[in-house]
């Protein structure tokens, strides 16, 4: 679909060092006539943190929600640490996974959602427990006391019994961090955390990111505008256009001296 | 025509017997309707065929069907082949059932209400279907319900009389009964009165429901 000239350059593999945890291998994903990703591959090597810029539409969003399972890949692979996501491999061959493969693999992964999506029928500390107790099997009490440490670490360690509602959107998206990082997940995805946020409550999200990701060897795989964050946190930046990765590097080398004209463009509207 | 005191009195007893059957009849009709017809609603969001093809095509037929033929039906020719059933039991489950295929439209806009999100992150948390279904979307899609629902228990209540076709005589059915036999009104006039009395504060109930329940 798209005729871009760059196509067949080759884009430098991000897992420079440490095991690759993430790989797409020719992943395909339209909606309707439109092709979001056209053959993507690319990978993310454990520990790393990611940050995927580039125009709006250019596919990074679906690259999280592929990752989530939320939607499917039409042609491709993708790859979770020794497991296939997308497949799962019987008597010798790949076929398309099923659910309960899905959820072996997914386990993995925990999200951060644009709209923080939190449970408003339950209260914040049973918002972070309920699926370390039934998914994984905690006690209640093991739940409960990782579940307070998290929010100590986000700093709300005196809301576990507020409803969501009560809480400021910035609070909400904190709550919604611990609650994805109570299943000790390996890979976390930040959909455009702050995007929602009245701009006096970006800080104290950011804040708590950065802490997480300087602290913990979590790998991280971030779509968001802010190129202050993802500067300060990332180890690779992605620049993404039409479906594809046209540029990728050092924060310090794409913000600074980007070499594809897509990027410089992009990074002058959004800088 | 005079009002006469007498024959309210004469019918007091029929009154009382046809009170208990409305209130039965509405009580367990309820029970049946409000947990069917959340099982259809579910049944209908099923990704197999098999399962939601059937019951879209059952709850089309009931609900597009008359329950006087549905009571009918379940009283005199049930039995042929199944179970027969007292005229009461069978007027519970005609309601229940009738009423069920309503209240799965009213489940399913809750379950409809209940934002992407939610789903998305039970999914990102990797919780179970039974889970996501019992913990997160079914208590937020419930409690925007209860006011619908509460509208079909009084609907419920004034469909009741239907049953007296069958033989089950409410309350309706016993003064019905009573004045064709004497050739009065009393008797109608008292459940008339009473229908409001039980319907009203029913409505203003809900309404207090709907203020507390939805924001």
């Given amino acids: 679909m798209s005729a871009d000239s760059s196509t067949s350059q080759e884009i430098p593999n991000p897992a420079v060092d440490g095991s690759e945890l993430i790989r797409f291998d020719k992943v395909v994903k339209r909606y309707g006539s439109n092709t979001v990703l056209d053959e993507l591959d690319f990978s993310v090597a454990s520990g790393k943190h990611v940050t995927l810029i580039g125009p709006s539409g250019s596919g990074k969003t679906t690259i999280l929600r592929l990752l989530m399972t939320l939607v499917k890949p039409d042609e491709g692979t993708i790859k979770v640490g020794d497991n296939y996501l997308t497949h799962e491999e019987r008597n010798g061959k790949l076929v398309p996974a099923g659910e309960k493969h899905v959820r072996e693999v997914r386990k993995n992964i925990g999200m951060v959602f644009q709209q923080f999506n939190l449970f408003p029928n339950m209260k914040v500390l049973r918002n972070i427990t309920e699926a370390p107790v039934t998914v ?5 009490d093991e739940a409960e006391q990782r579940a307070r440490e998290l929010l100590d670490l986000v700093g709300l360690g005196d809301r576990c019994d507020a409803y969501p509602s009560q809480l400021s959107g910035g609070q909400q998206q904190r709550v919604a961090i611990a609650r994805a990082l109570a ?13 929602a946020l009245d701009p006096e409550l970006v800080a104290g999200v950011l804040d708590v990111l950065r802490d997480i990701a300087h602290t913990t060897d979590i790998t991280m795989l971030c779509v968001t505008h802010e190129m202050s964050f993802a500067r300060d946190i990332s180890d690779q930046v992605l620049m993404f256009d039409s479906g594809r990765v046209i540029e990728s590097g ?4 794409i913000f600074t001296e980007p070499e594809h004209e897509r990027t410089r463009e992009f990074l002058s509207a959004v800088l | 025509m005079n009002w006469n005191w007498s024959h309210v ?9 046809g009170v208990e059957l409305t209130l039965k009849a509405l009580f367990f009709g309820t029970l049946i309707a409000f947990s069917l017809g959340l099982v259809w609603a579910i049944a209908q969001r ?3 065929k098999w399962i939601r093809w059937p019951v879209t095509v059952f709850t089309e ?11 009918f039906f379940l009283f005199y020719v049930v039995p042929e082949w199944g179970p027969s059933m007292s005229p009461l039991t069978t007027g519970i489950v005609g309601l229940g059932l ?17 934002p992407d999100g939610q789903w998305e992150a039970a999914t990102a948390l990797s919780l179970s279907k039974r889970r996501t279904w019992t913990a997160v979307i079914l208590p937020q899609a419930v409690r925007r319900v209860i006011p ?12 009741s009389p239907q049953m007296a076709a069958i033989g089950a005589l409410d309350m309706l059915g016993q003064a019905q009964g009573y004045s064709q036999a004497t050739f009065t009104y009393e008797a109608i006039s008292v459940v008339g009165v009473a229908f409001i009395v039980i319907a009203y504060p029913a409505s203003v109930l809900l309404r207090v429901l709907e203020r507390r329940l939805v924001r």
């Fill in chain 2, 9 to 17: 009195d004469d019918f007091m007893p029929l009154f009382w017997d």
């Fill in chain 2, 61 to 71: 037929f009931i609900r597009n069907t008359p329950l006087l033929v549905q009571l």
């Fill in chain 2, 98 to 114: 009738h009423y069920s295929t309503y209240t799965s439209e009213v489940y399913r806009a809750g379950i409809e209400g209940v």
């Fill in chain 1, 136 to 140: 994984l099997g905690l006690s209640k």
């Fill in chain 1, 183 to 195: 299943m000790r997940p390996q890979v976390l995805l930040l959909d455009e955390v702050t995007s």
């Fill in chain 1, 250 to 253: 050092t924060p310090e080398k």
């Fill in chain 2, 148 to 159: 619908a629902l509460g509208n079909y228990v009084i609907i419920m209540l004034k469909e």
């Fill in chain 2, 46 to 48: 099923s990704e197999k």
